[in-house]
């Protein structure tokens, strides 16, 4: 308990958010009756049940066993890269991609006791890939899971409107990675001890896995989260303590946040304005208010004045590269590796990639809309 304590005292984040709430209160046209109902409670069981879900499978340590495995498979820092890489964005689109950066990056981190390989740059391109990958699935990160129970789709017809922007962003993510990185060899010490992993754990939380987006398709998502938990109290109670429930508040508070500032006298004549706007206007605002306050409370802000269209969608995803608050997962990710230089280097490809991502995704979507 002591540690969970712990966890909610050094966020950061979580105090900024909390002090926000504060002072937009004290300005704010609200009751205190409309905060419970201003939070989206079915995203925030559906993230506390992935949250549960992939503890569970990361305490298995079968992606840890993977991973080494597949190391001792690699010769050269540009198929190693490619592979973190790809990697990554294959577990976000069904892990979330704060979850599989705790996967992807601590075993990256392990490698600079044995190679030369720019380690820190290839945090970089793991934060990155996660964005590209996530944005595929309704669960691959929070404003998609605020998206698609917003706008009412089926699992697959979700999935289908952002595979044409997923498809190109890891396609030039990965030829990006391929450029990035040397033929050099990467040299692993001799006789690497294997990783040992729980077999049940993870077969286990697989199959719960599985029911659970089974659940969601069924308007189940509480009851499934009640299964999890009790999965867990009988399974491997510590989970639930190492669960981030710091961040569940984070998202709880992010929903409140975002609710005064609708309600301030100032800012209600502007965002009454906004569905006036044309689709250009729109995209760009998304995309811009996520490099300032992060795509998820973008999501949140813009949500409760324009419906859960596709456009939206592949906007605030993309607000996820540029600047680093674009995405809680790049902030995430640089904080992992502990490197002071990090902080500036991700700019150098986050920036360009934000570039590319705007005008590439904008020409997509028309011709698809000319289609």
């Given at each position: 308990?002591?540690?969970?304590?712990?966890t909610?005292?050094?966020?950061?984040?979580?105090?900024?958010?909390?002090?926000i709430?504060l002072?937009?209160?004290?300005f704010?046209d609200?009751?205190?009756?409309?905060?419970?109902a201003?939070v989206?409670?079915?995203t925030?069981?559906t993230?506390?049940c992935?949250?549960l879900l992939?503890?569970?499978?990361?305490?298995?340590?079968?992606?840890?066993?993977l991973?080494?495995?597949?190391?001792?498979?690699?010769r050269s820092?540009?198929?190693?890269?490619?592979?973190?890489?790809?990697?990554?964005a294959l577990?976000?689109?069904?892990?979330t991609?704060?979850?599989?950066l705790?996967i992807?990056?601590?075993l990256?981190?392990t490698?600079?006791?044995f190679?030369?390989l720019?380690v820190?740059?290839?945090?970089?391109f793991?934060?990155?890939a996660?964005?590209?990958?996530?944005?595929?699935t309704?669960i691959?990160?929070?404003?998609?899971?605020?998206?698609?129970?917003?706008?009412?789709?089926?699992?697959?017809?979700?999935?289908?409107?952002?595979?044409?922007?997923?498809a190109?962003?890891?396609a030039?993510?990965?030829?990006l990675?391929?450029?990035?990185?040397?033929?050099r060899?990467?040299q692993?010490?001799?006789?690497?001890?294997a990783?040992?992993w729980?077999k049940?754990l993870?077969?286990?939380?697989?199959?719960?896995?599985?029911?659970?987006?089974?659940?969601?398709?069924?308007?189940?998502a509480l009851?499934?989260?009640?299964?999890?938990?009790?999965?867990?109290?009988?399974?491997?109670?510590?989970?639930?303590?190492?669960?981030?429930?710091?961040?569940?508040?984070?998202?709880?508070?992010?929903?409140?946040?975002?609710?005064?500032?609708?309600?301030?006298p100032?800012?209600?004549?502007?965002?009454?304005?906004?569905?006036h706007?044309s689709?250009?206007?729109r995209?760009?605002?998304a995309?811009?208010?996520?490099q300032?306050?992060?795509?998820?409370?973008?999501?949140?802000?813009?949500?409760?004045i324009?419906?859960?269209?596709?456009?939206l969608?592949?906007a605030v995803?993309?607000?996820?590269?540029g600047?680093?608050?674009?995405?809680?997962a790049?902030?995430?990710?640089l904080r992992?590796?502990?490197?002071?230089?990090?902080?500036w280097?991700?700019?150098?490809?986050?920036?360009?990639?934000?570039?590319?991502?705007?005008?590439a995704?904008?020409?997509?979507?028309?011709?698809?809309?000319?289609?």
């Amino acid at each position: 308990m002591g540690s969970l304590l712990r966890t909610f005292l050094h966020d950061r984040f979580l105090q900024a958010l909390l002090a926000i709430g504060l002072v937009t209160s004290a300005f704010a046209d609200f009751h205190y009756r409309q905060l419970a109902a201003a939070v989206n409670w079915k995203t925030i069981v559906t993230l506390a049940c992935l949250l549960l879900l992939t503890k569970g499978i990361e305490s298995s340590g079968y992606f840890d066993f993977l991973g080494r495995r597949l190391i001792q498979h690699f010769r050269s820092q540009r198929s190693l890269a490619l592979l973190m890489v790809s990697a990554s964005a294959l577990l976000a689109t069904f892990l979330t991609n704060d979850v599989a950066l705790f996967i992807t990056v601590p075993l990256t981190l392990t490698l600079r006791k044995f190679t030369r390989l720019p380690v820190s740059r290839l945090v970089i391109f793991e934060a990155l890939a996660v964005n590209a990958g996530s944005l595929l699935t309704p669960i691959g990160n929070p404003q998609n899971i605020l998206l698609w129970n917003q706008g009412g789709q089926g699992f697959f017809q979700f999935i289908g409107q952002m595979l044409p922007l997923a498809a190109l962003l890891v396609a030039a993510l990965l030829l990006l990675t391929f450029f990035s990185f040397s033929k050099r060899p990467v040299q692993t010490p001799q006789g690497m001890a294997a990783s040992e992993w729980q077999k049940g754990l993870f077969i286990q939380c697989a199959a719960l896995y599985l029911a659970f987006v089974i659940a969601l398709e069924l308007n189940l998502a509480l009851y499934a989260l009640l299964l999890v938990a009790l999965f867990f109290l009988w399974r491997a109670p510590r989970i639930l303590l190492l669960l981030d429930w710091s961040l569940l508040a984070v998202f709880i508070l992010m929903f409140i946040d975002v609710f005064l500032l609708t309600r301030l006298p100032l800012l209600s004549p502007l965002l009454q304005q906004i569905p006036h706007w044309s689709e250009t206007e729109r995209y760009l605002l998304a995309i811009g208010l996520s490099q300032v306050i992060s795509n998820v409370p973008a999501t949140i802000l813009l949500l409760n004045i324009l419906p859960a269209s596709t456009l939206l969608a592949w906007a605030v995803n993309i607000g996820g590269f540029g600047l680093l608050p674009g995405s809680l997962a790049n902030l995430i990710a640089l904080r992992m590796a502990r490197d002071r230089r990090i902080w500036w280097q991700f700019h150098l490809f986050s920036l360009p990639m934000l570039v590319f991502a705007v005008v590439a995704a904008w020409l997509l979507f028309l011709l698809i809309d000319a289609i």
